[in-house]
């Protein structure tokens, strides 16, 4: 049946990279929903998720196409489009292709989604226009995925890396300082490098975990990840420990990698941004001019740092 809508449906979030981006949304909240990290959808007020129809999502295209939209990239979401179902996806990235003039098709994707299509379902998202995926890779540490129930390994995140790459897709992952606590980031920060170094993605964006309650911004659940705060099974890292996670990430990266990290979210206490190859020094550069700040200095800007999605 056709839809009825006046306006496009909105997405709960999108990457601030997608700021200038048309915006279509496939799925409703996230079906997983099992991350302690995060349990955003929920918090946001989509604690459901749910598919949408092939029919609704290309007449918000239609909507978007004669309303004029001027932007040729393109997002979906919400959190793992995918899950409206291959056949689906591909439908609506074809149709998306033949309605308006599409420079690049972006999607928020999950490792373990991808991992299940394997090598040849991904070539054919390719062949049907997808160009980018951000993909939270959050950690490399097996034993810190694993803690957050992130639902993927190590070994999943390099096959299903070396499968987009193969494809022509463009991988961009998102890390997460602090999510190995303060007990275990060492291995949290090494074992992320490790996997950026083997995968060579094409983008590194860095976010800080956010622990968000109930009435931060929104009225729904606080963070997951406050009852193991509670239990004694989590301890936050610091502020200062979140620069220095980064700081480490960035000296354990290949020299010769062409990746670009950026750290493109407000709530990072420090922002660099380059290809390692180039400008690693550079980065790590202002890193420590930041780290040879007073304490109180130093403090002072933590504190001003806000949070948010
Ligand atoms: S991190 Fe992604 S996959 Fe995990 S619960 Fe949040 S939206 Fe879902």
Redesign the pocket.
């Known amino acids: 049946m056709k839809s009825k809508r006046k306006t496009p449906e909105s997405l709960i979030i999108r990457p601030p990279s997608e700021h200038r981006s048309l915006l279509v949304r496939l799925t409703r909240g996230?079906r997983?929903?099992?991350?302690k990290f995060?349990g955003?959808?929920p918090h946001l007020g989509e604690p459901v998720f749910s598919r949408r129809t092939v029919a609704e999502v290309t007449h918000d295209i239609d909507l978007l196409r004669e309303r004029g939209a001027r932007s040729d990239t393109i997002f979906f979401g919400d959190?793992?489009p995918l899950q409206i179902g291959l056949d689906e996806f591909i439908e609506i990235a074809r149709y998306l292709r033949t309605v308006l003039p599409v420079r690049r098709l972006t999607s928020y994707a999950?490792i373990s989604t991808l991992w299940k299509l394997k090598k040849d379902a991904i070539k054919d998202l390719a062949a049907a226009g997808l160009n980018r995926v951000h993909i939270?890779l959050e950690s490399g540490d097996d034993g810190t995925l694993n803690f957050h129930r992130?639902g993927q390994s190590p070994k999943m995140v390099i096959d299903t890396t070396a499968w987009l790459k193969e494809a022509g897709i463009e991988v961009s992952f998102y890390v997460l300082l602090g999510l190995g606590g303060r007990d275990n980031w060492h291995n949290h920060i090494m074992e992320t490098a490790r996997v950026i170094n083997e995968t060579k993605p094409d983008f590194v964006r860095i976010r800080r975990l956010w622990l968000y309650r109930s009435d931060t911004f929104f009225e729904g659940p606080e963070n997951p990840l406050f009852k193991e705060i509670r239990a004694g099974t989590f301890t936050p890292q610091t502020p200062e420990g979140t620069v220095l996670e980064l700081r480490l990430l960035l000296e354990e990266l290949d020299s010769n990698l062409s990746t670009m990290l950026v750290c493109d979210h407000q709530n990072n206490y420090v922002h660099v941004a380059g290809v390692i190859k180039d400008d690693r020094q550079d980065m790590l550069a202002a890193i420590d001019e930041f780290l040879s700040l007073t304490e109180e200095e130093r403090e002072k800007h933590y504190q001003t740092v806000g949070s948010g999605i």
């Open positions: 996230c997983w929903n099992r991350c995060c955003l959808y959190a793992d999950r939270g992130k």
